[in-house]
């Protein structure tokens, strides 16, 4: 049996799939957690339907439990941006760049509700399928992604407002448009790879739940939602950048606006951190996942 | 034999000891990290560095051949559900290896996926395509999928307003549908209404003789004989025996019966809902006497005492005395529905009585199981829970016995003779 175990060990990642010959069946390797635990992409690619189908349940359900159905995706920033335009525009003059408050707020808003949403349903998503994990195989992975990728519809809902605010307050398109889709690529790696720690980490101690609301809290007074990054010094601009939110959303803002470019500095910092916290996050996902079913 | 569909090698799976049972808050992991330097090595209540492990399954190996069906019996507790857990992937295992060739599907719970929001359409999709179904083989078998449960008309409603049983019938159809090379089956046939109980073991043969690989645990060893030509027994996480259905079968049976007597607060092989339940089971004689052994023909009155949580009588209850051979193959029924006074009154604890006025069994061994349904849910099936004797008796009034080869499993009818 060591010897077993050996072989066994060896041949990572575990309970893969692979395929030996044209129309060869499928063989299913049953082993222990290895050493190493690399995302199995062809794995990934075979239950690309099941994640579209958990993200379509996601939306479904969620439309369905409330009375205003869509109306919340836009109810939230919007009422954020009232009362920052209120409280840190109007009373504390926040600099805003030359922009008007409610579209310096709503720019901020808009991919930060995103991603808050995103990073607490990523968090609870391991627990709450925990019926389904302990009866049926499927890469445990999918559950924070599908949180990731069902917080675009409220996005999507809440970017059609944002494209009317553009209008009345006569912002010139540029070809900064471009960029939306690639920092919003970055907000969705943000959420994935916290999302990743967080679910793992809930699987294991549930009061983690009860820190997350804090955490989201804490971080978006690091990010520069109510302010614009350009108050923080210079020399410190770039480890700031370290939060990648903050990459985003100075990006998000001058990719809708074309006011104030974000520092290169502050940006890359933001994409190294992003690539990092994804990296680690996966290792430690899987790592949790080769038991998660025997302890949620 | 056939090419090798499953090979298990050596395979255990090590749990920590209540790790099932409650999880950790961080807050008992921050307060254990700073109370540490502190702490006796030994001391206090197991949670240490010496926290003890149990071990749910070791050192099992087998092969299962292309096309095999083979049933899997024991104790709850004997390592059944992990050894199917391990196969299909969902948790791995601390030792050993295991091989699968082909596509594995598991069925270890009804109604895997289900959301009570969703309607019974968007339900099937989802259930469908968790269990591991393509869309496109979903859209294909949806109008099968939905003859077969027979909820069409309440297809664009929401789950919630099923009843149990119509969400079971939705739920086991999207599994029945369910076409991988490999499947793995746990308990499902153990829910639901007897009819359709049927319905699902019929599907179940039809799943079997459709040259699947079918690895099947089920507590109604009857339905793995007929399934299965081949059985598995396990003990304590330890294969205890393999070969024929009808010798492993026989031999597990034959090891529930050594509790005591009539009691069955230690039965193992027991499930459904629990409201209700059957705490003892005993015979009495013609004279009313509490008896191990009656006598064929006799008058023979089985009694059984059942508690239930509540205070309040038993609504739509049913009971049922299966009267079993030795490899838990029913020989005849005694039920409430055929045989009782539907205006009885049932209270919440009690004893039910069957009375056979000549107990129509040959001499021999005999097993006895027991089932309650009530509140349209089953809430007690113990099978094959006690098992009994039968003694020479003169049930046709002639004083002759049946011949020798027939001790054990043969039931006596009344009948008469004549040549024309």
Known sequence: MEEALAVAATRAPAAAESHSGPHAVP??????????WALDLKEL??????????VWREIKVRYKQTVIGAGWAVLQPVATMLVFSLFFGRLAKIPSGGLPYPLFFYTALLPWTYFAGALAGATNSVVENQRVITKVYFPRVLLPLSAVFSGLVDFAIAFVLLAGMAVYYRVTPGPWLAFVPVFLLL????????????AALNALYRDVRYVVPFLIQFWMFASPVAYPS?????RWRAMYGLNPMAGVIDGFRWAITGENPPSIGLVSASATAVIVMVAAGLWYFRRVEATVADVV | MAAVAIRVDGLGKRFRLGERERYLALRDVLARAVTAPFRRREGGNGNGAGRA????????????GEGETIGIVGRNGAGKSTLLKLLAGITLPTEGSAEIRGRVGSLLEVGTGFHPELTGRENIYFSGSILGMKRREIDRKFDEIVAFS??????????????SGMQLRLAFSVAAHLEPEVLLVDEVLAVGDAAFQKKCLGKMNDVARSGRTVLFVSHQTSAILQLCSRSLWLERGGVRSTGPSREVVAQYLASLQTGTPGTLDAATNRHGRGRVRFTRVWMENS???????VMSGERVRIVASYESAGGEPLANSRFSIAVEDMLGQPLFLCDTSLGADDSWP????????CTLPELPLNQGRYLLTLFLEAYGEVQDWVTSAVGFDVSEGDFFGSGRQAPSGWTNQCVLVRHKWGFE
């Open chain 2, 150 to 163: 027979g909820v069409e008309t309440f297809l664009d409603t929401p789950l919630k307003h099923y009843s």
């Open chain 2, 53 to 64: 492990h149990i071990w749910a399954l070791r050192d099992v190996s087998f092969t299962v």
């Open chain 1, 230 to 234: 350009s108050l923080v010094p210079e």
């Open chain 2, 287 to 293: 004279e009313g006497m509490p008896v191990e052994h």
């Open chain 1, 27 to 36: 063989v299913k390797r049953i082993v222990p957690p290895g050493r190493f």
């Open chain 1, 187 to 198: 907000a969705m790696l943000t959420a994935f790879g916290a999302g990743l720690w967080l």
């Open chain 2, 346 to 353: 049932r209270p919440a604890s009690g004893r039910v009585v």
């Open chain 1, 45 to 54: 690619a075979d239950y690309r339907e099941l994640l579209y189908f958990l």
